[in-house]
């Protein structure tokens, strides 16, 4: 599984494909966690290249059919061959994560849940959350997204943001500025 393919220079994309190629990974799904260009901007490429899925959650599908869809940038538009909702299971090799619909930053933010990890996306940041002043975003819901169903995991889950350094979930609660009233 190949998470949040936003590339904007086919030298990224090559890097991307020889890593794939050097490794023989077989890649089943090209998942977004949210419909943003620096996020989508190469699902049609990797899907075109590996044979892969596109994946997306189903609130944030239609957005990757618009074809001026992020600060002015325009994407070839294209559709998910499937769409996700809260607690849908998704299977990598022998691992499986958990879809943890966490809106906010978009309306279909989502978080995969791994055995003492999650990819948070653009939901949590270490120090930061996503912003929330692009369409689809709500400030009321990202904290509520983080407070109900991220800091309710146990401390020593690590996180593994769309941007930036990792962290854990136990760090967040007790350094995130955005969330030490939590």
């Not at 990757?64 to 600060?71: A, G, I």
């Amino acid at each position: 599984m190949l998470i949040d393919a936003g590339f904007f220079e086919e030298s990224e994309a090559t890097s991307i494909l020889s890593e794939i190629e050097r490794n023989s990974f077989n890649v089943k799904y090209v998942l977004s966690t949210h419909w943003h260009l620096d996020h989508t901007a190469g699902n049609e490429y990797i899907r075109r290249r590996v044979g892969a899925q596109v994946v997306i959650h189903k609130d944030d599908a239609p957005m990757l059919s618009t074809e001026d869809f992020f600060l002015g940038f325009r994407v070839k538009p294209h559709k998910p061959d499937k769409t996700l909702t809260e607690g849908d299971l998704i299977g990598v090799g022998s691992m499986r994560l958990k879809v943890v619909h966490t809106p906010g930053h978009t309306k279909g933010s989502i978080c995969l849940l791994g055995e003492g990890f999650v990819f948070t996306g653009d939901t949590l940041f270490a120090g930061s959350i996503g912003r929330t002043d692009l369409p689809g975003g709500s400030l009321e819901e990202i904290i509520r997204s983080i407070r109900v169903k991220l800091m309710t995991l146990p401390d020593e889950t690590l996180i593994y943001p769309g941007h930036g350094p990792s962290s854990s979930i136990g760090e967040e609660k007790r350094t995130n500025l955005f969330l030490t009233d939590l």
